[in-house]
């Protein structure tokens, strides 16, 4: 059984860049079977797909945050990141860092979720 | 506004069998498999249905899904009052090459 686990600030501040690490740990994050990605919920709203990643380093965007997303993923220490740049109030949300099954694109596992609120 | 559609809320008595609609279009239902997932209050959302109709385990069999076309439907049967939460489908979008969920839909059991 998978488990995921995010690390990062609860506070940013506007314009700069929100950094999240997540560390699974129960398996491994070079499994051809999954792959690796961010969610984001704002207060009171529903979800939103960040981006994904496989373990070779494909990625995936969500079209409206392309410009401002990077993910990326360490095997040798069986964690990936997320960094959004030029956060705004309305990146102020919950994210979840999640491991997805390649085949159905079923999100099987979800990290507890860090709420990141922008503010200065 | 989400790429598909789902009603903001539903009810339904203890007991009671409810239905939550998800429209979507041909680059992403009409192409793409479908999975719902269950968020109950101040928790991570968890996988309920996977492969339009495919239950994890130890998802209760009060849970069903289908697909038809452009359309899923996820069923609850037997409502109890631990299902009140909410639901979001989702599914992979060929045009945008991303994963696209439904707004949500709460649930309350009366």
């Known amino acids: 059984q998978l488990q995921l686990q995010e690390s990062g600030p609860g506070l940013v501040k506007p314009s700069e860049t929100l950094s999240f690490t997540c560390t699974v740990s129960?398996?491994?994050?070079?499994?051809?079977?999954?792959?690796w990605g961010w969610i984001r919920q704002p207060p009171g709203k529903g979800l939103q797909w960040i981006g994904s990643?496989?373990?070779?380093?494909?990625?995936y965007y969500n079209p409206s945050l392309k410009s401002r997303v990077t993910i990326s993923v360490d095997t040798s220490k069986n964690q990936f990141s997320l960094k959004l740049s030029s956060v705004t109030a309305a990146d102020t949300a919950v994210y979840y860092c999640?491991?997805?099954?390649?085949?159905?694109?079923?999100?099987?596992?979800w990290g507890q979720g860090t709420l990141v609120t922008v503010s200065s | 506004q989400s790429v598909l559609t789902q009603p903001p809320s539903a009810s339904g008595t203890p007991g009671q069998r409810v239905t939550i609609s998800c429209s979507g279009s041909?680059?992403?239902?009409?192409?793409?498999?479908v999975n719902w997932y269950q968020q109950l209050p101040g928790t991570a959302p968890k996988l309920l249905i996977y492969?339009?109709?495919q239950r994890p385990s130890g998802v209760p069999d009060r849970f069903s899904g289908s697909k038809s076309g452009t359309s899923a439907s996820l069923a609850i049967s037997g409502l109890q009052s631990e299902d009140e939460a909410d639901y979001y489908c989702?599914?992979?979008?060929?045009?945008?090459?991303?994963?696209?969920f439904g707004g949500g839909t709460k649930l309350t059991v009366l």
């Open positions: 990643i496989y373990y070779s380093g494909s990625t």
């Open positions: 492969g339009n109709n």
């Open positions: 989702a599914a992979w979008d060929d045009s945008l090459s991303g994963l696209v």
């Open positions: 041909s680059s992403n239902i009409g192409s793409n498999t």
């Open positions: 999640v491991g997805v099954r390649g085949q159905e694109v079923s999100i099987d596992y």
């Open positions: 129960g398996g491994s994050i070079s499994s051809s079977s999954y792959y």
